[in-house]
């Protein structure tokens, strides 16, 4: 089956505490993203990459590091998490025309 | 920044009866999308436009783009309560696969 998947899930953890969440797709598309969805603000892309090891910084990277060593894994990477960072997180990957497939989502909390 | 920005934020309405939502957006685009979210689950693809395509149709959903006014429209006829769901447009600008998403229409569809 083709899908997006990340994990954890669900996180709750403090600040300064160093995460990372993952994410895998398993249709080989070559176009990946990072979104943080916030009540009232809609999607906001963190980062994409276009390739392996082609990252680019979307509308709101500070405070987030990303890495594509392999085509099919985007991990999202919270060095010092605060609680500003508080979200629920989206990866995705896209097609060659552009329709973009989603994870199921995490959500993380940050005290 | 957000490109596309959605009319209304939220719509409620009979089963049975059409529901349409607007997206307006600011500069010229490559493609406009159409996306759904269940709540706190991850957006699920539903149409794409290509800024040379003036009205797509894809089962009970018809989507118009009028490039002229920078707008486009998401009609679903004959609505069901299972759709009710978030629904966001997403514009694509560049050659970077780089979607920016409107904050979102709100659909309840009343049984």
């Known amino acids: 089956e083709a899908q997006v998947t990340q994990n954890p899930r669900y996180l709750i953890t403090v600040t300064g505490k160093k995460l990372t969440v993952t994410c895998s797709q398993n249709?080989?598309?070559?176009?990946m993203s990072w979104y943080r969805q916030d009540p009232g603000l809609g999607l906001r892309q963190i980062y994409y990459?276009?390739?392996?090891?082609?990252?680019d910084k979307g509308d709101v990277p500070e405070g987030y590091k990303v890495s594509r060593k392999e085509k099919r894994n985007f991990p999202l990477i919270l060095e010092s998490p605060s609680p500003n960072q508080t979200s629920l997180y989206f990866c995705?990957?896209?097609?060659?025309?552009?329709?973009?497939?989603f994870g199921p989502g995490t959500r993380l909390t940050v005290t | 920044s957000q490109q596309g920005e959605e009319d209304p934020q939220a719509l409620s309405i009979q089963e049975g009866e059409n529901a349409t939502m607007n997206c307006s957006y600011k500069?010229?685009?490559?493609?406009l999308q159409w996306y759904r979210q269940n709540s706190g689950r991850g957006l699920v693809h539903l149409i794409l436009?290509?800024?040379?395509?003036r009205e797509k149709h894809s089962g009970r959903l018809r989507v118009t783009l009028d490039t002229s006014k920078k707008s486009s429209s998401l009609l679903i006829t004959a609505s069901r309560a299972a759709d009710t769901a978030s629904y966001f447009c997403?514009?694509?600008?560049?050659?970077?696969?780089?979607?920016?998403f409107g904050s979102g229409t709100q659909l309840t569809v009343l049984p």
């Open positions: 995705a990957s896209s097609t060659q025309n552009y329709e973009q497939y």
């Open positions: 249709m080989n598309h070559e176009y």
């Open positions: 990459s276009m390739n392996v090891e082609v990252t």
């Open positions: 500069t010229s685009i490559n493609n």
């Open positions: 436009i290509r800024s040379n395509e």
């Open positions: 997403a514009t694509d600008v560049g050659s970077a696969r780089q979607l920016t």
